[in-house]
């Protein structure tokens, strides 16, 4: 598996990004794809998650009014869709694959544990936004 994102770059308070993360060499049947961040100084935090085998979405608190994820599933591609952007939503973004899903998430039911860093296997490199 294969994850590479990209879309992150320097953008003024109340600005927009949409971040990409391209999948390639995915053979698991249903699995989760999550966007995560990680600020300076600060703990990695999941953003937003997508369930494929439901095509169910979850997201963080802080990201439900202003970030959208979303996926293109021919080309397997997750997209963030982030508006309103403050200096707060400064960090590394970082796409992820879970490729088996807890029990919860496949009976359509995501919360913040959909969003557990060590349920994922496979890490894309970052992509970086700061916002000033």
């Known amino acids: 598996v294969q994850l590479v994102e990209s879309g992150g770059g320097s953008v003024q308070a109340g600005g927009s990004l949409r971040l990409s993360c391209a999948a390639s060499?995915?053979?698991?049947?249903?699995?989760?794809l999550a966007w995560f961040r990680q600020g300076p100084g600060k703990e990695r935090e999941g953003v937003a998650v997508?369930?494929?085998?439901?095509?169910?979405?979850y997201y963080a608190d802080f990201a439900k009014d202003r970030f959208t994820i979303s996926r293109d599933s021919a080309k397997n591609i997750l997209y963030l869709q982030m508006s309103r952007l403050t200096p707060n939503d400064t960090a590394m973004y970082y796409c992820?694959?879970?490729?088996?899903?807890?029990?919860?998430?496949?009976?359509?039911?995501?919360?913040?544990?959909?969003?557990?860093?060590?349920?994922?296997?496979?890490w894309g490199q970052g992509t970086q936004v700061t916002v000033s």
């Open positions: 992820a694959l879970d490729p088996a899903p807890l029990g919860a998430v496949i009976a359509g039911v995501l919360n913040s544990e959909s969003l557990n860093p060590k349920l994922y296997n496979y």
């Open positions: 060499g995915v053979t698991y049947s249903r699995y989760s």
């Open positions: 997508w369930y494929t085998g439901s095509d169910t979405t």
